[in-house]
């Protein structure tokens, strides 16, 4: 079998490469992936019960771009959704981010107006900061907001999440702590938002639909890599990984997914809930919220747990912002910069958190550089 791409990956990033370069290049392409559906992380699918299921967690997409809106807006009708997110902080639901109708709920009346009025006077209404700059405030109310937040919401949880302290990650992820100076309680502020009417699946389905693209699914690439005959390759999964981990591996976080079904209309009342200090799972997820099922009579939801990667048991989701790890990264790049035919993209092939809108962004991106040879 001979085609022009080889791209190794059925997620955003290999599903938008592959059909940019088929239906603009009118080239041969092959997408390989070893799991069984396409759609990466991002697979949804009916369960049992007729609840539809993010099958790794959930995913609600948002964005600020335009293109990127409008290039997966061939592909999908759209519903849209607002995401909301509580926290359990002292026995209380708080919304997410942390906000003004969160110091409400946790606070004395005559304290929740005195921080109200000190985070306007200093930010301005409507204002997100992060909560590495309420930290440098010299106001000695704010400081003590400041860190009641980081204590209560951000430090138990990231605990949880990463197995590390705060301070033992990248300062960049303090940084995306954001606290808002404002009573919107949507968790995104993005100018689109909204669920794929029918599912992510369909919408991959419809993305891989050219007659110049083949998808091979259930098969890693490097059981045809010999079968199959290319002129490049693309690569999503983990770089390391593709070089035989000859620098060491790059870390990574893991998840493991508890879904459970109740006879009841709803579990919860937002889609989401954090519990960044209680219980071994960081959050529980109510689909029906997402998923535009309010008419069924009963529900689904999964409990997430982190957990450490381990390579041929469980799925690595989250690369690890250390400085050491991209000392590391460096010398895969540099392998990397040696294959004239080989190019890596992705969460995975960069080895960078991408949201489902930066992936998008980063293969149309990849995908010009490509075009222009």
């Known amino acids: 079998m001979k085609v022009d791409y080889l791209i190794v990956g059925a997620g955003f990033t290999g599903a938008t490469l592959a059909e940019r370069i ?24 009916y369960d049992e019960h007729g609840v539809l299921v993010h099958r790794y967690g959930p995913h609600i997409f948002h964005t600020q771009s335009k293109k990127v809106w409008d290039y997966l807006s061939r592909f999908t009708e759209w519903r849209p959704y607002y995401h909301r997110v509580r926290a359990v902080v002292e026995g209380k639901e708080i919304p997410l981010p942390f906000s003004l109708a969160s110091l409400r709920r946790l606070f004395s009346e005559r304290l929740a107006d005195l921080l109200e009025e000190k985070l306007i006077a200093h930010f301005g209404y409507g204002a997100r900061i992060s909560i590495l700059k309420l930290k440098e405030v010299q106001d000695p109310d704010l400081r003590f907001l400041a860190d009641y937040v980081y204590k209560n919401v951000f430090e138990g949880y990231t605990l949880k999440q990463w197995g590390l302290k705060p301070e033992e990650l990248s300062p960049s992820v303090t940084a995306r702590v954001p606290i808002l100076v404002s009573y919107d309680e949507r968790y995104f502020q993005d100018t689109y938002q909204a669920m794929p009417k ?5 919408l991959f389905r419809r993305m891989l639909a050219h007659p110049n693209i083949r998808v091979l699914l259930g098969a890693d690439w490097k059981e045809v890599e010999g079968e199959v005959r290319f002129d490049r390759l693309i690569f999503t999964g983990p770089m390391d990984e593709f070089f035989g981990y000859l620098h060491g591996p790059l870390p990574y976080r893991s998840l493991r997914f508890a879904f459970e079904h109740h006879q009841r209309p709803w579990f919860q009342e937002v889609g989401t809930v954090n519990y960044p200090n209680d219980h071994g799972f960081t959050r529980i997820t109510e689909f029906k919220h997402l998923t535009h099922q309010a008419y069924l009579p009963h529900t689904t939801v999964v409990y997430e747990y982190p957990e450490a990667y381990e390579p041929g048991k469980n799925e690595p989701y989250y690369p690890v912002p250390r400085e050491e790890n991209e000392e590391r990264l460096a010398l895969y790049q540099k392998e990397a910069a040696k294959l004239k035919t080989v190019l890596f993209a992705g969460r995975l092939g960069d080895y960078r958190y991408y949201n489902m809108d930066q992936a998008v962004a980063r293969a149309l991106k990849l995908f010009e550089e490509v075009a222009r040879g």
């Open 22 to 45: 088929a239906r603009e290049l009118d080239k041969k392409v092959l997408v390989v992936d070893r799991r069984l559906h396409m759609g990466g992380n991002a697979y949804d699918e």
């Open 198 to 202: 029918e599912g992510y699946t369909a």
